[in-house]
T-cell receptor, first 113, second 113 residues
Framework: GENVEQHPSTLSVQEGDSAVIKCTYSDSASNYFPWYKQELGKRPQLIIDIRSNVGEKKDQRIAVTLNKTAKHFSLHITETQPEDSAVYFCAASPPGGGNKLTFGTGTQLKVEL | AAGVIQSPRHLIKEKRETATLKCYPIPRHDTVYWYQQGPGQDPQFLISFYEKMQSDKGSIPDRFSAQQFSDYHSELNMSSLELGDSALYFC????????????FGPGTRLLVL
C-alpha cells in the first residue's frame, strides 16, 4: 500500500518568514495530494490540494508543488502569521473506488512573533 | 455552508462495552469515510462507503463494523472496547464525482476506561 513520509516533524519560523513542508510517497499510481491543517483537538481542514496532472497550484499565501518523477510534493506558506501555527498533514490517494487517504506523520508549525 | 455532523462529540466507555458513532455527511455528498486518530498521530483510514456499499477497508479491527444508510448517514459500531481504542474518530464525506476531496467532521472523542 501507499506510504507517505513527511518532513520536518517540527518547524519554527518567525512571523513573516516562509515555511516549507515536504512529503514523499511510494505508490506511483497515487494521483491526488491534499494538505490539511489541524489545530489541537479539532478537525483536519483542507487547505489546498493538487492532482497529478498539475505541477503547481497556488492560493494566496499557500502553494503546493508536485514532482511526479521524484514522487514528492511540498507545501509552501509565505508571509507566515501566528494563526498559521498548527499541525499540517500531507496525504496521498491512489486511483480507484476507495479513494482512501494515506497521511504523512504531520508537521507541527509554530510561527513566533 | 453545511458541514459534516458527528455525534456524539464526546463518549466515555468502560472496557468491553460497546459504542456507536454516527456521521451525517454534507448534503449531496454520497461517500463517507471513517478515520481514527490517536494522540499525536496522523489519521488512520478505517473504512469507506459509497451508495451503502463498502468501497474500501483499512486498518479496522474485526470488533468494529460500519454501515451506510439510505439517507447516506453512516454509523461505526465498536464492540468489546479496549483501552487502545481511545482516540478521535473522524468521519469525512465527499462527492463521488470529485472522488478525492474529503471534508472532515468535528470528530468524536472516545475515552475507554
Amino acid at each position: 500500500g501507499e506510504n507517505v513520509e513527511q518532513h520536518p516533524s517540527t518547524l519554527s519560523v518567525q512571523e513573516g518568514d516562509s515555511a516549507v513542508i515536504k512529503c514523499t510517497y511510494s505508490d506511483s499510481a497515487s494521483n491526488y495530494f491534499p494538505w490539511y491543517k489541524q489545530e489541537l483537538g479539532k478537525r483536519p481542514q483542507l487547505i489546498i490540494d493538487i492532482r497529478s496532472n498539475v505541477g503547481e497550484k497556488k492560493d494566496q499565501r499557500i502553494a503546493v508543488t508536485l514532482n511526479k518523477t521524484a514522487k514528492h510534493f511540498s507545501l509552501h506558506i509565505t508571509e507566515t502569521q501566528p494563526e498559521d501555527s498548527a499541525v499540517y498533514f500531507c496525504a496521498a490517494s491512489p486511483p480507484g473506488g476507495g479513494n482512501k487517504l494515506t497521511f504523512g506523520t504531520g508537521t507541527q508549525l509554530k510561527v513566533e512573533l | 455552508a453545511a458541514g459534516v455532523i458527528q455525534s456524539p462529540r464526546h463518549l466515555i466507555k468502560e472496557k468491553r462495552e460497546t459504542a456507536t458513532l454516527k456521521c451525517y455527511p454534507i448534503p449531496r455528498h454520497d461517500t463517507v469515510y471513517w478515520y481514527q486518530q490517536g494522540p499525536g498521530q496522523d489519521p488512520q483510514f478505517l473504512i469507506s462507503f459509497y451508495e451503502k456499499m463498502q468501497s474500501d477497508k483499512g486498518s479496522i479491527p474485526d470488533r468494529f463494523s460500519a454501515q451506510q444508510f439510505s439517507d447516506y448517514h453512516s454509523e461505526l459500531n465498536m464492540s468489546s472496547l479496549e483501552l487502545g481504542d481511545s482516540a478521535l474518530y473522524f468521519c469525512a464525506s465527499s462527492v463521488r464525482a470529485s472522488k478525492e476531496t474529503q471534508y472532515f467532521g468535528p470528530g468524536t472523542r472516545l475515552l475507554v476506561l
